[in-house]
């Protein structure tokens, strides 16, 4: 039988993969944007710069904190691709999310697996970049190749899996290929072209694809139904009649686009002891705008919580671009 052998987890924000001078390209969109989600409120970005003053923001996000909290996560990335790559696991369970790059508004299922042969991350033309916001073109080598590219997906586990969680009264929508999304592309998420291009460094292991809509309401699963669609994954996984190592790779969050380190701090530390229950009682508020990601995480925590499987935070970096505190918290971490 099949057997969850490894887990990974890997924050994917533009920062990530944009140099340290160039952090600031999206202050300007902070500053135009209304209604920034913080906690249990909304806010305007000079309100933000206000409510946070005793925080040093401005300090934290200088050029100087930017070129070193971002040399912190390359290492850590690099951590993460070196522990992939010795754990060699032969099939990996990829949790990330939709931001409008598959599914129209016309169609947003909560959940949904691809259980095609394959999946294609196509190259961006000049015209298709040059429609990208600020900020973001910058960043897109990190989740688009230069040439179109094929990886392979594991067709008979992404079908083992949805029928196994119809059966336990998951409603999953399913996908031989990716839609044609907005752009008109069958463009593959930001969320799943960081793993292959920055952590598989381009050399794909064989995937299943599960797609979670953390986003965009009305229909965002709770993070009690993200735990729970976990513990049903690893029972299908278990339940597969193929005798493989799994792994399972979780993509996105932490806190953003304002960060909240203490947000990131309880529920880290919920992870590491594998405590769903605190997990699942966090009020569903924090889950807004980029943090609502943290449910990629909270999905593959209900998995792996099953297993033995110990958390080893490689680091958390909060990486501030502005002294209103937006950004992307970043987190890296490995289950063996």
Same mark, same amino acid.
């Given at each position: 039988?099949a ?16 140099p340290?001078d ?7 969109a902070?500053?135009q944007?209304r209604?920034?989600?913080f ?7 000079d ?12 300090q934290?996000?200088?050029?100087e ?10 290492k ?6 070196d522990?992939l ?7 990996l ?18 959940f ?14 000049e ?9 973001l073109s910058?960043?897109?080598w990190?989740?688009?190749p230069?040439?179109?590219v ?12 949805v ?10 929508a399913t ?9 008109g592309r069958a463009?593959l998420?930001?969320? @799943?072209?960081?793993? &292959? +291009?920055r ?6 292991i064989? %995937?299943v694809? =599960? ?13 009690s139904r993200?735990i729970?669609?976990?513990?049903a994954?690893?029972?299908a ?6 005798d ?13 686009f304002?960060?909240?380190?203490t947000?990131d701090d309880d ?5 590491k002891?594998?405590?769903t ?5 966090i ?8 943090t609502?990601?943290t449910?990629?995480w ?10 033995d ?6 680091d @958390?970096?909060?990486? &501030? +671009? ?7 918290a970043? %987190?890296?971490? =490995?289950?063996?």
């Open positions: 039988m057997h969850i052998s490894f887990g990974l987890a890997s924050s994917h924000g533009p920062l990530l993969s944009t340290p160039k952090w600031t390209l999206r202050v300007k902070d500053r944007n209604e920034h989600a906690r249990g409120g909304t806010y305007t970005f309100e933000l710069v206000e409510l946070r003053a005793p925080e040093n923001l401005k934290q996000s200088s050029l904190e930017c070129e070193r909290r971002h040399a912190q996560c390359q850590a990335i690099v951590r993460l691709a522990e790559k010795a754990a060699s696991p032969e099939v369970v990829l949790i990330g999310n939709d931001q409008r790059e598959i599914f129209k508004e016309s169609l947003t299922p909560p949904s697996i691809v259980h095609g042969d394959s999946i294609d991350n196509i190259a961006m033309d015209a298709a970049l040059a429609r990208l916001k600020p900020g910058i960043a897109h990190a989740n688009v230069e040439e179109s094929t990886y392979p997906c594991v067709a008979e586990l992404g079908e083992h899996l029928r196994s969680l119809t059966d336990d009264d998951f409603d999953i996908m031989k290929k990716l839609p044609d999304g907005p752009s463009s998420p930001h969320a @799943y072209g960081f793993l &292959y +291009r952590i598989m460094n381009d050399m794909p064989p %995937a694809p =599960v797609v979670l809509n953390t986003f965009f309401p009305p229909n965002q699963p709770k993070t993200c729970a669609l976990g513990k994954m690893a029972k996984i278990a339940s597969w009649d193929e493989v190592r799994v792994g399972i790779i979780m993509s996105g969050g932490l806190s953003h304002v960060l909240d380190e947000f529920v880290l530390s919920a992870m002891s594998n405590d229950e605190r997990l699942a009682a009020p569903s508020h924090f889950f807004r705008s980029g609502s990601e449910k990629n909270i999905t593959g925590i209900g998995a792996l919580a099953t297993t499987l110990k958390m080893n935070l490689i @958390y970096v909060p990486c &501030y +671009r502005s002294e209103a505190g937006t950004g992307n970043m %987190a890296f971490a =490995v289950w063996q």
